[in-house]
């Protein structure tokens, strides 16, 4: 039995605004190598943002950003597992890196990598298309962070400083 307060989080989620900048990148990745982009792809690509809101989902739960306005906290753990630890801890740029990277990188790298099999591109292509990946997501990730204590609530669209106040 699913719970109907579930189902409403995940449907706002999926309804909500923003750039759906992962399947966006799939898609114009695959064109610019020259493909012409069928049905497949664009439900490869809309299977991606699901699973991007479904962290999002995940990621406003009490235990980490806990931010009840954006999408809710109902319930991509291994990167949550980890900033939950770095709580209250120094991190250096390693562990930062691996948090990231694990947390939001992965979602970022995949558009890349993805777009790279369905071309059916060699091993050595794959390889530089997945540290692109990593890098955008990366920067990404770091541009959030920056915005977290810069931005206000309307720019973000979600409570800004959570971070400062977490001592991450």
């Known amino acids: 039995h699913v719970s109907q307060d579930l189902v409403e989080a995940v449907l706002y989620s999926v309804a909500a605004g923003g750039k759906r900048i992962r399947p966006l990148l799939l898609l114009e990745i695959l064109q610019g190598f020259g493909l012409v982009l069928t049905e497949a792809h664009y439900q490869v690509a809309a299977s991606l943002e699901m699973i991007h809101t479904g962290s999002l989902v ?71 298309l997945r540290q692109v990946g990593e890098l955008v997501g990366l920067a990404f990730q770091v541009r959030d962070d920056i915005l977290d204590v810069t931005a206000s609530f309307s720019e973000l669209g979600k409570t800004p400083q959570k971070d400062i106040e977490a001592d991450k």
């Open 58 to 128: 995940h990621d406003d739960l009490p235990a980490m950003d806990n931010d009840d306005y954006r999408r809710g906290s109902y319930g991509m753990v291994g990167g949550q597992m980890l900033d939950i630890k770095g709580e209250h801890v120094q991190l250096n740029l390693d562990q930062l890196a691996q948090i990231h990277a694990n947390k939001t990188g992965k979602l970022l790298t995949f558009p890349f990598v993805a777009a790279g099999i369905i071309a059916e591109l060699s091993e050595k292509a794959l390889a530089r």
